[in-house]
T-cell receptor, first 115, second 110 residues
Framework: EAGVAQSPRYKIIEKRQSVAFWCNPISGHATLYWYQQILGQGPKLLIQFQNNGVVDDSQLPKDRFSAERLKGVDSTLKIQPAKLEDSAVYLC?????????????FGPGTRLLVL | DAKTTQPNSMESNEEEPVHLPCNHSTISGTDYIHWYRQLPSQGPEYVIHGLTSNVNNRMASLAIAEDRKSSTLILHRATLRDAAVYYCILRQSSGDKLTFGTGTRLAVRP
């Protein structure tokens, strides 16, 4: 079974530039998550989708971050404009359903450096 | 979300058992206890989860206290590949997000 795919793996941009990350979840997984992981910390949820609808985006900085999952499969996370503090690893995860006993499967992440 | 408390770091010798503790005194009756680990430069990976009873799988065992206020992840024979950050997470039965703390960084000595 193919895992969660993310691209690019690494990105370096200057502050105030825009950047986009792509995620392809495991086939058949209805729930998709984007996490931000700052160096030395655990991952923090940015947004959760159930199919193509948003379930939780309470911690997404909506003035600069946006995400979509138009056909309920792939997802894109965008930052516009980027700030220095956005330097982090952006992780995508998916699960069959959003249940307490369900496993989340994580991709390798995209490492973003904002200069 | 209910919070967990873990030691910042632990060390183990290769091929010896490792017991990683987690305190979760505010756990509710319907919270699942999940463990994930994150190897260097990788995304987190699922290790094990349980609700009330002890659980075993091919990776590890999970021992849950009778009052459910603490749990222990047991790696029966540590290998160098087990060096990672281990996260203990409480998850509501309704699902939704995983709330990660800072975890326990496990070092394995050859």
């Amino acid at each position: 079974e193919a895992g969660v795919a993310q691209s690019p793996r690494y990105k370096i941009i200057e502050k105030r530039q825009s950047v986009a990350f792509w995620c392809n979840p495991i086939s058949g997984h209805a729930t998709l998550y984007w996490y931000q992981q700052i160096l030395g910390q655990g991952p923090k949820l940015l947004i959760q989708f159930q199919n193509n609808g948003v379930v939780d985006d309470s911690q997404l900085p909506k003035d600069r971050f946006s995400a979509e999952r138009l056909k309920g499969v792939d997802s894109t996370l965008k930052i516009q404009p980027a700030k220095l503090e956005d330097s982090a690893v952006y992780l995508c995860a998916s699960s069959l359903m959003p249940l307490g006993a369900e496993t989340q499967y994580f991709g390798p992440g995209t490492r973003l450096l904002v200069l | 979300d209910a919070k967990t408390t873990q030691p910042n770091s632990m060390e183990s010798n290769e091929e010896e058992p490792v017991h990683l503790p987690c305190n979760h005194s505010t756990i509710s009756g319907t919270d699942y206890i999940h463990w994930y680990r994150q190897l260097p430069s990788q995304g987190p990976e699922y290790v094990i989860h349980g609700l009330t009873s002890n659980v075993n799988n091919r990776m590890a065992s999970l021992a849950i206290a009778e009052d459910r206020k603490s749990s222990t992840l047991i790696l029966h024979r540590a290998t160098l590949r087990d060096a990672a950050v281990y996260y203990c997470i409480l998850r509501q039965s309704s699902g939704d997000k995983l709330t990660f703390g800072t975890g326990t960084r496990l070092a394995v000595r050859p």
